[in-house]
C-alpha cells in the first residue's frame, strides 16, 4: 500500500531543534511581526498587572458605597486575571516579560489608574496622613478611563492578530469583551453618580466579586 504524504510532518524548523519555535515561523509566515506583537503584549498585561494594583486602592475609598465597591472588585480581579491569561502567550511566543517590577510598570501601556486628587510624589511612607476628600464621582471617572485604555489596547491587539495568529486572537479577544463589559459597568454607575441619569449596563451580580458568570466555560478563570 503507497504510504501517503505528510506534508506537514517538516518544515523550517529541523528535527529536534529547541531553539525554535514552530508556532512562531507559522506566524511570521503569515506576515507576523513576532517581536512587535511581544512587546505590544507586554505592554497590555503591564497594564493589566498595574490596574489591578491601582483598583485596590480605588476600591478601598470607595467605603460607603459598597455597590461600587463590589462591581470594582469584579473588575478588579478580572483584570488581574487577564494578566494571567496572557502572561504564558508571550512566552510561548519566545518572549518573556520584564524582570525587574518597575521596569514592567513603566511599560504598562496605560496611564496610571491613581486615586484622584492624592499628591503621589508625597505618598512614601505607606500610612494615612490625612483623610481622603475626593467623591465617588471622581474614582468612578478614574475607573472608567482606565477600561476604555483598555478597550482600545485589546482591540489593537485584536487587529493584528485576526486571520494570521489564531490563539493570540482568542485570548485578546476575550479579554476586550470582558473590558468592553467594565466600561458599561462604569458608565451606568458615574451616570447615575454624577448626573442622576439611568444608562443600564446590563450587569448581573455574581456569585462572589470576581466570578464571571459565564466563568465555568472559560478555562483561564478555572483553578
Given at each position: 500500500?503507497e504510504q501517503r504524504a505528510k506534508p506537514h510532518a517538516t518544515g523550517r524548523v529541523s528535527r529536534g531543534d529547541i531553539t525554535q519555535r514552530v508556532g512562531v515561523e507559522q506566524l511570521e509566515a503569515r506576515g507576523v511581526d513576532v517581536d512587535a506583537l511581544i512587546d505590544k503584549l507586554v505592554d497590555a498585561?503591564?497594564?493589566?498587572?498595574?490596574?489591578?494594583?491601582?483598583?485596590?486602592?480605588?476600591?478601598?475609598?470607595?467605603?460607603?458605597?459598597?455597590?461600587?465597591?463590589?462591581?470594582?472588585?469584579?473588575?478588579?480581579?478580572?483584570?488581574?486575571?487577564?494578566?494571567?491569561?496572557?502572561?504564558?502567550?508571550?512566552?510561548?511566543?519566545?518572549?518573556?516579560?520584564?524582570?525587574?517590577?518597575?521596569?514592567?510598570?513603566?511599560?504598562?501601556?496605560?496611564?496610571?489608574?491613581?486615586?484622584?486628587?492624592?499628591?503621589?510624589?508625597?505618598?512614601?511612607?505607606?500610612?494615612?496622613?490625612?483623610?481622603?476628600?475626593?467623591?465617588?464621582?471622581?474614582?468612578?471617572?478614574?475607573?472608567?478611563?482606565?477600561?476604555?485604555?483598555?478597550?482600545?489596547?485589546?482591540?489593537?491587539?485584536?487587529?493584528?492578530?485576526?486571520?494570521?495568529?489564531?490563539?493570540?486572537?482568542?485570548?485578546?479577544?476575550?479579554?476586550?469583551?470582558?473590558?468592553?463589559?467594565?466600561?458599561?459597568?462604569?458608565?451606568?454607575?458615574?451616570?447615575?453618580?454624577?448626573?442622576?441619569?439611568?444608562?443600564?449596563?446590563?450587569?448581573?451580580?455574581?456569585?462572589?466579586?470576581?466570578?464571571?458568570?459565564?466563568?465555568?466555560?472559560?478555562?483561564?478563570?478555572?483553578?
Amino acid at each position: 500500500m503507497e504510504q501517503r504524504a505528510k506534508p506537514h510532518a517538516t518544515g523550517r524548523v529541523s528535527r529536534g531543534d529547541i531553539t525554535q519555535r514552530v508556532g512562531v515561523e507559522q506566524l511570521e509566515a503569515r506576515g507576523v511581526d513576532v517581536d512587535a506583537l511581544i512587546d505590544k503584549l507586554v505592554d497590555a498585561v503591564g497594564a493589566e498587572f498595574t490596574t489591578y494594583y491601582y483598583y485596590t486602592i480605588l476600591r478601598m475609598h470607595l467605603a460607603g458605597n459598597e455597590d461600587y465597591k463590589e462591581i470594582c472588585e469584579d473588575a478588579r480581579l478580572e483584570d488581574r486575571a487577564h494578566f494571567e491569561l496572557m502572561t504564558p502567550r508571550i512566552y510561548e511566543l519566545g518572549g518573556t516579560i520584564p524582570y525587574d517590577i518597575r521596569t514592567f510598570a513603566d511599560r504598562a501601556g496605560c496611564p496610571d489608574a491613581y486615586l484622584p486628587g492624592v499628591d503621589t510624589s508625597k505618598d512614601v511612607t505607606g500610612r494615612v496622613t490625612e483623610p481622603y476628600q475626593g467623591s465617588a464621582a471622581d474614582i468612578l471617572t478614574v475607573l472608567l478611563e482606565a477600561e476604555r485604555c483598555a478597550i482600545r489596547t485589546w482591540s489593537e491587539v485584536c487587529d493584528l492578530t485576526f486571520g494570521k495568529d489564531p490563539r493570540t486572537y482568542d485570548l485578546a479577544s476575550r479579554i476586550l469583551q470582558e473590558e468592553i463589559e467594565h466600561e458599561a459597568w462604569f458608565i451606568e454607575l458615574l451616570s447615575k453618580e454624577r448626573d442622576g441619569v439611568a444608562r443600564p449596563s446590563g450587569h448581573f451580580r455574581r456569585g462572589e466579586p470576581g466570578d464571571a458568570p459565564h466563568s465555568k466555560n472559560r478555562p483561564f478563570y478555572n483553578p
